[in-house]
């Protein structure tokens, strides 16, 4: 579906080119679990090194989900959807703070700030901190009543 994204995009580009006009570029080439078409939401972030400390600002006044993630882990993409279907019941009573560990070193700082280990791992943060239990690996059978429970509780 990434791949059907970019494709998109590039023929977008393309015809932009042709009749004069410019394009709009996806933001980054994250797998279509990760890619949203639909309007910018502002409780959904990419956190970088760049942005973090805006992010933990945002955790003053509501949850942050700190979710550490790779376009490659296979229980990453099985869990997003998830995340999205559930971020979007909470209608946006958290913030997705989404991690992308793809590259090697990417967002490491970041990672090595919370000792990740494996992913997919989901860290609650409050006010700027990590605030209770962590969600590790995501399990197609118990995992999405876990992590709506999770999620109940942030």
Known sequence: ?????????????????????TAATPASAAPAS?????????TVVDVTSAN?????????????????????????QKMAPYLEKYHTADGGKWIWAKVDLSEQGQNKDIADKYGIEYIPTLIDISAGQEKG??????????????????????
Do not use: H
């Open 1 to 21: 579906m990434g791949t059907r994204i970019r494709m998109f995009a590039a023929v977008a580009a393309m015809t932009a080119g042709v009749l004069g006009g």
């Open 133 to 154: 239990s962590r969600v590790v690996g995501f399990d197609e059978g118990s995992g999405p009543d876990d992590l709506r429970t999770w999620l109940n509780n942030l």
């Open 34 to 42: 990760y890619v949203s078409l639909a309007p910018q939401d502002e």
């Open 52 to 76: 973090y400390d805006q992010v933990m600002e945002m955790s003053k006044t509501k949850p942050v989900v700190l979710d550490f993630y790779a376009s490659w882990c296979g229980p990453c």
